[in-house]
């Protein structure tokens, strides 16, 4: 057994796989601390993906030393798994968007659109033979949510769950919320317009991430867009077989 984690900027997400099958699975605020990882089962391997380090990981660290885990961490390189990155210097890339991209065409075994809605939108584009053709990096609605925060007086809101969609709203809160879920959905269909010039041909478009519900129903049934939430995860297999 296996345990994976998916380390971001604001959630840890993890499971235990055991071949195929999930034996367990969670996920946690990090800010909420690695005691939120209760495991049941005894995975024997621990295979990470994380785009923090430092003092962030230090929880994290103090978990596996806790169990006795000597946990692998998973680096973006120039080549995996038959996907060539963009990145002249390939290490910069995102493990995250590495994974999701990795991931992304072996699942599709074709030219895929990865879009991963966390703290941070990610969008990143490969070919049918496996180049990847670089992607977009934008604040996710978290970040926008706290710069809007942080950089105005006036504008004081609740976060809701969109149900509202992008309709135009009426009072502060329903503003921002339809304005910030806009600028979301906005840049995701300019990433299929700019995927559409580099691929005519076609490619799938593949949805991950905290906020993809959120995008997918907002985006409209002008696409067709597959959501698999476990996309990083999914990745893990090919960078740290
Ligand atoms: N249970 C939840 N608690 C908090 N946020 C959630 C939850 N479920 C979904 N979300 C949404 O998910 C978003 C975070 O997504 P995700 O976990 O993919 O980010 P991340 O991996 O930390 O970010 P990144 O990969 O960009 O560093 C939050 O902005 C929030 O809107
Ligand atoms: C953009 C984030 C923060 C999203 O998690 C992550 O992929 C990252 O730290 N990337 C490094 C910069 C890059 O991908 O070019
Ligand atoms: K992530």
Redesign the pocket.
């Known amino acids: 057994m296996i345990l994976e984690c998916d380390i971001?900027?604001t959630r840890c997400k993890w499971r235990v796989v055991d071949g195929d099958q999930v034996v367990e699975r969670g996920s946690f605020a990090l800010a909420d601390g690695f005691e939120n990882l209760v495991l049941t089962s005894q995975p024997k391997r621990v295979r990470v993906a994380s785009?923090v380090e430092g003092d962030n990981l230090a929880g994290f660290t103090r978990f596996c030393a806790e169990r006795g885990f000597s946990p692998e961490l998973a680096h973006?390189t120039a080549e995996s798994a038959g996907v060539v990155s963009a990145?002249n210097e390939a290490a910069?890339?995102?493990?995250?968007?590495w994974l999701g991209a990795v991931a992304g065409y072996k699942r599709i075994q074709g030219a895929v659109l990865v879009i991963?809605a966390?703290?941070?939108l990610?969008a990143d584009l490969v070919s049918a033979a496996g180049q990847h053709l670089g992607?977009y990096?934008a604040p996710g609605i978290a970040l926008m949510e706290s710069s809007l925060l942080a950089g105005t007086d006036k504008v004081r809101f609740d976060r809701q769950d969109y149900t509202a969609g992008v309709a135009f709203g009426c009072a502060t809160a329903d503003a921002v919320n339809a304005g910030m879920l806009a600028a979301q959905v906005g840049a995701v269909a300019v990433a299929i317009e700019e995927a559409k010039r580099r691929i005519p041909e076609g490619f799938a478009i593949l949805l991950t991430g905290g906020d993809s519900v959120s995008i997918y129903k907002a985006l409209g049934e002008a696409h067709e867009i597959e959501i698999v939430p476990e996309l990083v995860l999914d990745g893990l297999q090919w960078l740290l077989p």
């Open positions: 971001g900027n785009v973006s990145y910069k890339l995102g493990v995250d968007r991963d966390g703290t941070a990610k992607g990096i």
